[in-house]
């Protein structure tokens, strides 16, 4: 090989070399940048000065004021900043989690249902998922928020109350929940163990059968039958070996409806500091003859006007032996007459025109205005009232406002009785001078290690059970469905990618469609499903920061309000963001996971 | 020997019962979700119908239709909105006669959608709005006139992206004004608002954002790390919180980044920023899988052949890329379309915020019992649904035509 002069390359000047272009290239870049960057923060920092934004974090440890309606941990506008941001990511996570849990669910059922062979299906599910992913989530939320609210009855007319408990009224839904009551900690020892010992027999059980040579068996049964008998049986000795907490008291003002269930160390019978009060704890709570007050008036319930309405959503009808309802003036008594629409928390009055005794089409309405009677005083009064109350995370119990029904029944109210203990340490029956002239007794009661609580409406809001907010409800409803829809695409997309062969040879060993769908379809489509999955359920996380249209105190919300209240934009927003991305980089990070596992098992 | 004669096929295999049998009665269980899921459908149809009817109070809604759609634009100056309608709908009809390429029939349906649709309002102006009566009819009969035109001169064809360059600035002279008085006074931006507002919003938003997002996804993929990581940077972070965060962001941070009151930026331009930087990051996303589809031996060949860096990237590798990731990039425009629905933070009333809250607000004294809520939020749908979902056909079009997707 001969080497001419012209073959050998010159040597390329310096400034034409690609590595030194692309270094003065990226010096200049990064000059540019930094030039740049230092113009904004100078300027950042000449608007702050002048402005007198802080733009730092002492601003955290202050005092909040910033009242937050759903809070999963204990929280008062006293406590601080952080505090209330910290709420906000908790909210954050309350709606993601469960939002993600039931979009899962929704999302693989429209899936499936879009590949079904009924025509009535796939077109009740392409429809659903066209509407809703054509549709801005902002819309979807106001419709469920503003428009659905408006179909609800409000929590002054009386809830709806559906089988099982569960109340649903303007202000959100409860449901009946299991709560941790005072001798949970002595049995949480024995949960843990039966939990340990359950999963561990099923992972011991499921390694046996495998190798065994009856592979068809299952492990679960005898997995689960060791849980619940460990479990239930230290429950039932538990429940029925403990008693209630020694000098355990109720200190509890009936005219104003409230008080709490406490450990009284020094016998007082009322509520002294440092006191503990005792979460979780069961009363039933009596009084003989009280009334309650309401006002006629023309209320709207469910996109309809009722006129003349009257409503004592506090009294439902098993809680009372009897209970009337007259009008506070002799006037009213005489014009009027009473119609119930459920008895007795909810009716209408009306002027029997006709004499005829019952209620008739227009008798409501006042011939002059041709509006309903507003503005009536009414009084109910109840007979043997009684209620059962389980006290909440702080230990307070509440009951309805009642009055008294006369001067002279007051007098003969008894005299106050401190708690005495009953036979066996069980029973503790009560009389407790309330100060008020009402009958009021009382009867704590002995509960196991979780306590059933249903919930009931005393005063403004739910008292008792699980509760959601109509902007929580709002959010969630949004978020469900909306994400669903993409996850369907996503199913649906996953379940046709896997080859066709598989299902008929599926089909060909004997398999049926639900077989072959579960155990040869739907395995090989969880790894195409899986990754795209994981980015909705960050979706879903992130969209879950419009939530100042349903008024949902989460990370965004509040952020807003402490930014807009201390003034501190630029630090709250320095957080917001990193919050964010970092909830960014946790998806990322288990999308990564997931990729890695699919790959291995694909090999 | 004659032919055996023809029987009638077996009863039950052809026609209506043959589908039914198939497709709604498969099975005892296929049978039970048909009757049950069939009768839920029929009763929702029945009470959306009878509470579109009767029980639903339409005529805030009617009355305020101006409000929704544009806002406090002047109404003497409504020609020039009006104007823009016609223009794009013209230039439609002139890309739907003479477009000759493969994507020639989306844009054909594409423009039978809009003209068609753009029929509704002028009928309804022809009766029942007298101050848009003929500006509706004129910007509906300027989209035939395009397809007409179109058929009878197809050398148009020729010159219709300078025509579409040209609609941008006439758009901004159109809406925004020149002068202080006369026909083309200046509308200040503070009185724009409604569907208007919405559709300036997602069209600035998708187009400012392609060459950021193009630059991005080329920076990502560049090997100096300067400016690499810079990119990967700007993407992570701009996709790692959500859109409502950066309008919050823009609304506090624009005016201190330039040292001025809180007053003294446009809420528009706010809004702007932080959704064509935002749309930005994610086209940054959709053109780096378009650049990683394209084989390498594409951008070797074209080095091969003497074209440089420059060259082989903008005539080789981009165009082959964007191709591939058109689909994407129109659903990114559906996502951005419908994300303009967040600019409330910023304090701009686009469709949206006028359907959420000034409609209701202002008719809060009528005493309609709930609220106009239901008929907003169904008619904002309808409105929505409409665009978004002509854009996805659109896109579902184009991957079929382009042959994405298909292995």
């Known amino acids: 090989m001969s080497e001419s002069p012209t073959d050998t390359p010159a040597r390329i000047p310096f400034w034409r070399n690609v590595k030194t272009i692309g270094i003065f290239f990226q010096l200049v870049f990064a000059a540019v940048m930094v030039a740049l960057a230092l113009v904004l923060v100078n300027n950042v920092v000449e608007a702050l000065n002048r402005t007198n934004i802080p733009a730092n974090f002492s601003f ?86 503003t428009a659905v609210l408006t179909v609800v009855p409000p929590l002054s007319s009386n809830p709806i109350t559906l089988p099982g408990g569960m109340l649903v009224s303007n202000i959100g839904i409860a449901i009946p929940w299991l709560f941790p009551g005072y001798s949970f900690g002595q049995w949480l020892p024995w949960l843990i163990a039966a939990i340990v010992i359950g999963i561990g027999t099923w992972l011991l059980f499921r390694r046996r059968i495998a190798m065994s040579d009856r592979p068809a068996r299952r492990a679960w049964p005898l997995a689960l039958a060791l849980f619940i008998l460990i479990g239930g049986g230290s429950y039932l000795l538990i429940h029925s070996r403990t008693s209630m907490p020694e000098n355990l008291a109720l200190d509890f003002l009936v005219d104003r409806g409230r008080g709490s269930i406490f450990i009284d160390h020094d016998a007082s019978g009322s509520m002294a500091g440092g006191e503990q009060p005792v979460p979780y704890a069961a009363v039933i709570m009596r009084i003989e003859e009280a009334t309650l007050n309401a006002t006629t008036s023309n ?87 009684e209620r059962y109350v389980v006290a909440d995370r702080d230990g307070q119990v509440r009951l309805p406002r009642f009055e008294s029904a006369s001067e002279a029944e007051a007098e003969a109210a008894p005299a106050a009785g401190g708690p005495s203990t009953g036979l066996f340490g069980l029973n503790l029956d009560a009389t407790a001078d309330t100060g008020a002239e009402l009958d009021f007794t009382y009867e704590l009661q002995h509960t196991g290690p979780l306590v059933w609580s249903t919930p009931v409406v005393s005063v403004s809001n739910y008292d008792g059970g699980i509760r959601f907010s109509t902007s929580y409800l709002a959010m969630l409803l949004a978020l469900v469905f909306y994400t669903a829809a993409f996850m369907a695409e996503i199913v649906r997309g996953g379940v046709q990618a896997v080859a066709r062969g598989q299902t008929e040879a599926a089909k060909a060993l004997g398999l049926n469609a639900s077989q072959t769908f579960s155990m040869i379809v739907f395995p090989q489509a969880l790894r195409i499903i899986l990754p795209p999955m994981i980015s909705q359920y960050l979706n879903l996380t992130k969209n879950s920061s419009l939530a100042p249209l349903a008024a949902y105190g989460e990370l965004f919300a509040i952020s807003v309000i402490v930014a807009n209240q201390t003034g501190a934009s630029v630090p709250v927003t320095l957080m917001l963001i990193a919050a964010y991305v970092v909830i960014s980089l946790i998806f990322a990070l288990i999308l990564n996971i997931v990729n890695a596992r699919i790959a291995l098992v694909e090999r | ?133 003929w500006l509706w009819l004129g910007a509906s009969l300027a989209g035939l006139l395009g397809l007409l035109l179109g058929r009878a001169l197809p050398r148009f064809g020729r010159s219709l992206p300078w025509l579409w360059g040209a609609s941008i600035p006439a758009t901004v002279l159109l809406l925004y004004g020149v002068w202080n008085s006369g026909p083309l006074q200046m509308v200040g931006t503070r009185l724009w608002g409604g569907f208007m507002l919405t559709l300036v919003l997602a069209t600035v938003g998708i187009v400012a954002s392609f060459p950021i997002g193009v630059a991005l996804a080329l920076g ?188």
């Open chain 1, 60 to 145: 955290l440890p202050a005092r909040a004021g910033v009242p937050i309606a759903e809070t999963p941990i204990p929280y008062t506008p006293n406590d601080p900043y952080w505090r209330a941001l910290l709420i906000g990511l908790l909210n954050t996570l309350r709606v993601a989690v469960i939002g993600v849990v039931l979009a899962t669910i929704l999302g693989v059922v429209v899936g499936v249902m879009r590949l079904s062979t009924n025509w009535v299906a796939r077109q009740v599910a392409t429809g659903y998922v066209e509407l809703i992913r054509n549709t801005p989530l902002a819309v979807q939320i106001i419709f469920w928020f």
């Open chain 1, 299 to 385: 209320v709207f319930e469910s996109r309809r006007l009722n006129p003349s309405s009257f409503r004592f959503p506090f009294i439902r009808a098993g809680e009372v032996e009897d209970a009337q309802v007259s009008f506070a003036a002799d006037e009213d008594a005489e014009r009027f007459s009473v119609h119930f629409t459920a008895w007795p928390s909810r009716g209408i009055i009306y002027e029997d025109r006709n004499g005829n005794g019952e209620f008739d089409e227009g008798e409501d309405l006042n011939p002059e205005t041709g509006r309903g009677f507003s503005g009536v005083s009414m009084v109910i009064t109840v007979y043997n009232f």
């Open chain 2, 1 to 133: 020997m004659g032919m055996i004669p023809a029987r009638e096929p077996p009863a039950g295999t052809t026609g209506f019962t043959a589908w039914a049998r198939h497709n709604l009665f498969g099975s005892v269980s296929s049978g039970i979700i048909s009757v049950l899921l069939g009768a839920f459908m029929l009763w929702a149809v029945f009470s959306i119908l009878n509470w579109t009817l009767f029980s639903a109070s339409w005529e805030p809604l009617w009355n305020n239709m101006r409000l929704l759609f544009v806002y406090r634009y002047p109404p003497e100056l409504l020609w020039r909105p009006l104007g823009v309608v016609g223009l794009v709908l013209f230039l439609l009809g002139l890309s739907a006669a003479t477009s000759r390429r493969e994507t020639g029939s989306i844009i054909r349906g594409v423009y039978w959608s809009m003209a068609g649709v753009s029929w509704i309002p002028t009928v309804i102006a022809l009766f029942a709005w007298p101050s848009v009566r």
């Open chain 2, 220 to 407: 990502r993929r560049s090997t100096l790390p300067a400016i690499k990581y810079f990119c990967i940077a700007f993407i992570e972070i701009v996709r790692g919180a959500p859109l409502i965060t950066w309008l919050f962001i823009a609304s506090l941070m624009v005016p201190l980044i330039f040292n001025v009151g809180p007053e003294a930026i446009d809420p528009l331009v706010r809004g702007l920023v932080a959704i064509t930087f935002f749309s930005a990051a994610y086209m940054a996303e959709n053109v780096r899988g378009g650049l990683q589809a394209v084989p390498r031996g594409q951008s070797e060949a074209a080095r091969a052949l003497g074209l440089s860096g420059w060259q082989t990237m903008s005539v080789i590798v981009l165009p082959q890329a964007l191709k591939a990731v058109l689909p994407a990039i129109v659903g990114q425009a559906i996502g951005l379309f419908k994300d303009t629905s967040l600019v409330f933070i910023v304090g701009l009333f686009d469709f949206f915020e006028i359907g959420r809250r000034v409609i209701p607000n202002q008719t809060a004294s009528l005493q309609i019992p709930g609220g106009v809520y239901m008929e907003m939020s169904v008619f904002m749908t309808l409105i929505y649904f409409f665009f978004a979902y002509r854009m996805s056909i659109a896109s579902r079009q184009l991957e079929k035509q382009l042959g994405v997707g298909e292995r």
